[in-house]
């Protein structure tokens, strides 16, 4: 499975993205999809992760009540709506396909190791 997210960009704090992952060669319809960033100088991190069946998300509380996690299963898509953007958001962002041998937890689901594939990230930058 080779993931690609796509999205990223420049844009004002207040502003809004959405990022979107993408597969070739594979398909994400039977796994959970995780979002994780990445900021200078910092450890990458959770921001979102959905299900397989897209009816549970979770989202980091950095993030909460701001980035919205969806997944078009038909076009074997991922998606991470982010609104009000604030300058603590910049990051490269990246999306990764959760292991199939793992049964998706919201504890595991925030577990970097437990995702097999990863997308080459995309960045965000947000300004003041």
């Known amino acids: 499975v080779q993931l690609q997210a796509s999205g990223g960009g420049l844009v004002q704090a207040g502003g809004a993205l959405k990022l979107s992952c993408a597969t070739s060669?594979?398909?994400?319809?039977?796994?959970?999809v995780g979002w994780f960033r990445q900021a200078p100088g910092k450890e990458r991190e959770f921001v979102a992760a959905?299900?397989?069946?897209?009816?549970?998300?979770y989202e980091a509380g950095s993030v909460l009540g701001r980035f919205t996690v969806s997944r078009d299963r038909y076009k074997n898509t991922a998606f991470l709506q982010m609104n009000d953007l604030k300058p603590e958001d910049t990051a490269v962002y990246y999306c990764?396909?959760?292991?199939?041998?793992?049964?998706?937890?919201?504890?595991?689901?925030?577990?970097?190791?437990?995702?097999?594939?990863w997308g080459q990230g995309t960045q965000v930058t947000v300004s003041s």
């Open positions: 060669g594979g398909t994400l319809t039977n796994r959970a």
């Open positions: 959905i299900t397989t069946s897209g009816v549970t998300t």
């Open positions: 990764a396909a959760y292991g199939a041998h793992w049964s998706p937890s919201e504890f595991g689901l925030q577990l970097q190791s437990r995702y097999d594939y």
